[in-house]
């Protein structure tokens, strides 16, 4: 008898250290990532490297994989010759350097 309570007491002691965090009221949050300027990597370089990835895992073809290498390399050396300045896929670096969207044609920007 004295060993069915004492494994009934541990049973509902490891219930209650496992379903703690469930019940807890206070929440954890993630602080969000600074957007990185001048120091930081750029979406681009991202990019890229995440092309690598995909053809090493067999992902992409070699005939998608060339102009998209150009072109990411393109848009990277672009944003790293910019600075901290903003640049648009078709009219190439922007002068306002907190930009979202292209001055001149309306477009996304790249970081």
Not at 13 to 27: D, I, K
Not at 50 to 55: A, I, K, S, V
Request: with cysteine.
């Amino acid at each position: 008898m004295t060993a069915l309570i004492i494994g009934t007491a541990l049973a509902v002691a490891s219930l209650c250290y496992v379903l703690y965090p469930l019940f807890r009221t206070e929440v954890a949050t993630v602080p969000r990532a600074p957007r990185l300027g001048k120091a930081g990597p750029s979406p681009t370089l991202d990019a890229l490297r995440e092309l690598e990835f995909d053809r090493q895992t067999g992902k992409i073809s070699d005939a998608d994989y060339v102009p998209l290498k150009a072109r990411y390399t393109e848009q990277a050396l672009a944003v790293m010759r910019a600075g901290n300045a903003s640049v648009c896929e078709k009219c190439g670096p922007r002068p306002e350097a907190d930009a979202e969207y292209c001055s001149n044609c309306g477009t996304a920007v790249i970081r």
